[in-house]
């Protein structure tokens, strides 16, 4: 079983920057590859990064591809999603996710297990 707690949500404006951290309990964290997903208000989840087990590798959607960044620290049980130029098209719920199974990609149906999310709002 593994737990996931995000943090760092927040109300920004427009072309600012937040941080966000998902902190994984257990001692088999280097085993998923993790992800960030977003969910805005009456939409469907959606993929936003992803990072493989080891932290080598990198995906992003389009969307948010050359503004967010995703990386990780396995000594820390933590990834991360550096999100610049912040746009209001990003307010969402946005919640970190881990795929035992995954290189690389993941998805709603793949991920193992969920955090509860965080709430991040850009205002124009």
């Known amino acids: 079983q593994v737990q996931l707690v995000e943090s760092g949500g927040g109300l920004v404006q427009a072309g600012a920057s937040l941080k966000l951290s998902c902190v994984a309990s257990g001692r088999t964290f280097s085993s998923y590859a993790m992800g960030w997903f977003r969910q805005a208000p009456g939409k469907e989840r959606e993929f936003v990064a992803s990072i493989t087990k080891s932290g080598e590798n990198t995906y992003y959607s389009d969307s948010v591809k050359g503004r967010f960044t995703i990386s990780r620290d396995n000594a820390k049980n933590t990834v991360y999603l550096q999100m610049n130029s912040l746009k209001p098209g990003d307010t969402a719920v946005y919640y970190c996710?881990?795929?035992?199974?995954?290189?690389?990609?993941?998805?709603?149906?793949?991920?193992?297990?969920w955090g509860q999310g965080t709430q991040v709002t850009v205002s124009s």
């Open positions: 996710a881990a795929d035992r199974r995954a290189i690389l990609v993941i998805t709603t149906n793949t991920a193992d297990y």
